[in-house]
C-alpha cells in the first residue's frame, strides 16, 4: 500500500491523540481501525454531537428558566420537555408557552480551523436560525409575542471574534429572497450580555447569548 505524507499523517497523529487521551493508552490506534472500525466510530461521532446539542440545550434551558424567574415545578417541566424531544424534530429546540412566552434555537458550532471565523454553511445556518425565530416556521408561525434567543456554544475569544464577524452589516444587497432574509435578519439581533434586565427585554429583538456546559 502506498503510504502518503501530509494529509494522512495530519488525521492518523489527530486521532490517536484524541483516543489515547480518553483511553490512557499510549498506542497506535490508528493503523489497526478496519472499515468497520471507522464506520463504527462515525457513528458514534453522530451520537457525540447529539450529546452535545442535548446538553447545552439543557443548560440554555436551565438559563433560560433562571432569567425569567420561574418557579421549580415549572422548571422541571421544562427542562422534561427538552429532554424528550428527539435530535432533528422540526420546530425550536425550545418551546416555553407559560407563563412567559419564549422560543429558543441552540447551535453547538465551533469556529473553523481553530480559527474565529464561521465558515460559510455555518454562518448561513445560523442566520436562517435567526431568521426563523424572527418569522416564525412549522406550527408557530407568528413569533411577534415571543422572546427570542439563539445560543451559541462559548469557546471564548474564537466565539467572540466569530460572532463580530457575523453581527457585521453587509453594506451590498441582493436580490435573491433566501440572501436577502439573512441580510435583513442581521438588523433585529442583539447581543445578551450580563448586564441585561428581564425588564428591558423587547419581543422585536432576536436576542444571541453565548453559553458554556458548565453555566
Not at 490517536?16 to 489497526?32: H, V
Not at 457525540?48 to 432569567?67: E, H, R, S
Not at 427538552?82 to 407563563?99: A, L, M, R, Y
Not at 412549522?138 to 453581527?167: C, E, H, P, W
Request: charged fraction near 25%; include cysteine; charge should be positive.
Amino acid at each position: 500500500m502506498t503510504h502518503y505524507d501530509g494529509r494522512h499523517t495530519d488525521l492518523k497523529n489527530r486521532i490517536n491523540k484524541y483516543l489515547k487521551k480518553l483511553t490512557g493508552q499510549d498506542l497506535d490506534f490508528y493503523s489497526g481501525m478496519t472499515q468497520s472500525d471507522l464506520i463504527e466510530l462515525k457513528t458514534v461521532l453522530a451520537d457525540i454531537n447529539n450529546v452535545l446539542t442535548f446538553k447545552t440545550t439543557l443548560t440554555a434551558a436551565n438559563w433560560l428558566c433562571n432569567l425569567f424567574g420561574l418557579d421549580t415545578n415549572t422548571k422541571e417541566n421544562i427542562l422534561e420537555t427538552v429532554d424528550q424531544i428527539k435530535p432533528n424534530t422540526k420546530g425550536f429546540d425550545i418551546h416555553i408557552s407559560e407563563p412567559y412566552k419564549i422560543i429558543a434555537e441552540v447551535k453547538c458550532i465551533s469556529p473553523v480551523n481553530n480559527g474565529g471565523k464561521f465558515g460559510g454553511a455555518q454562518w448561513n445556518s445560523i442566520l436562517d436560525d435567526f431568521h426563523k425565530l424572527k418569522n416564525g416556521k412549522g406550527v408557530l408561525l407568528d413569533t411577534s409575542k415571543y422572546y427570542k434567543f439563539l445560543f451559541l456554544l462559548d469557546l471564548g475569544n474564537r466565539t467572540d471574534q466569530a460572532i463580530t464577524q457575523l453581527l457585521r452589516i453587509s453594506k451590498g444587497t441582493s436580490d435573491k429572497p433566501l440572501r436577502a432574509n439573512r441580510h435583513q435578519v442581521k438588523e433585529h439581533i442583539f447581543l445578551f450580555t450580563d448586564t441585561e434586565k428581564l425588564e428591558n427585554l423587547g419581543f422585536d429583538k432576536v436576542y444571541l447569548k453565548k453559553i458554556q456546559l458548565d453555566e
